[in-house]
């Protein structure tokens, strides 16, 4: 079974430059999240979709973060424009359906390292 | 404030050794989850808890969830090499319109010395 895929791996880009990711999920899974990593904590959720439609945007910076799941697949995150407090890693991941309980296991991808300069 | 405290954040230790990892939390999750990531890679799910007191085996790994649902523990035995990597707990809350959220450790990162 083919797993999270994500893209671009690598991106540097300038202060207030744009930039997108795109992830795709594993086939037939309903839930997608972003979750933005940086160097030595914890990923924190961005924003979570069900199907096409967002479930949980509070933690999303919505001045300069956006993202959409249009056709309830594949989805886009776009940062415009880039702080240098955006360098991070983001990862997608995706599952069958909502709630974190014992056989709705995530799968993330192996994540889109961004940085800012 | 981190809403959930790992510790040590640290850890490196003989191959053979055994080793304990804490997760603490003042909040009460409906769930909890352990995570392994490698360099470069995303987070893997080892396990779920879910119910108070709750504890789960995978193979060396014991994972115990606090009675009143608000820690969590991990515990390797003969730890292995292979065993490396930053371990990261996650809770999960109710964030409201059916929705619940997951909220991670900033993770403790084990060596495992051949």
């Known amino acids: 079974e083919a797993g999270v895929a994500q893209s671009p791996r690598y991106k540097i880009i300038e202060k207030r430059q744009s930039v997108a990711f795109w992830c795709n999920p594993i086939?037939?899974?309903?839930?997608l999240y972003w979750y933005q990593q940086i160097l030595g904590q914890g990923p924190k959720l961005l924003i979570q979709f069900q199907n096409n439609g967002v479930v949980d945007d509070s933690q999303l910076p919505k001045d300069r973060f956006s993202a959409e799941r249009l056709k309830g697949v594949d989805s886009t995150l776009k940062i415009q424009p880039a702080k240098l407090e955006d360098s991070a890693v983001y990862l997608c991941?995706?599952?069958?359906?909502?709630?974190?309980?014992?056989?709705?296991?995530?799968?993330f991808g192996e994540g889109s390292w961004l940085t800012v300069v | 404030t981190q809403l959930l405290e790992q510790s040590p954040q640290f850890l490196s230790i003989q191959e053979g050794e055994n080793l304990t990892v804490y997760c603490n939390s003042s909040s009460v999750f409906s769930s909890l989850q352990w995570y392994r990531q490698e360099p470069g890679e995303g987070p893997v799910l080892l396990v779920t808890?879910?119910?108070?007191?709750e504890v789960k085996k995978l193979k060396r790994l014991t994972f115990q969830f606090g009675d009143a649902r608000k820690d969590s523990s991990l515990h390797i035995t003969a730890a292995q090499p292979g065993d490396t990597g930053l371990y990261l707990c996650?809770?999960?809350?109710?964030?409201?319109?059916?929705?619940?959220?997951?909220?991670f450790g900033k993770g403790t990162k084990l060596s495992v010395i051949p």
């Open positions: 086939s037939g899974h309903a839930t």
């Open positions: 991941a995706s599952s069958l359906g909502p709630g974190f309980y014992s056989g709705n296991t995530i799968y």
């Open positions: 996650a809770g999960a809350r109710y964030s409201g319109a059916g929705s619940y959220q997951l909220t």
């Open positions: 808890v879910v119910t108070g007191g």
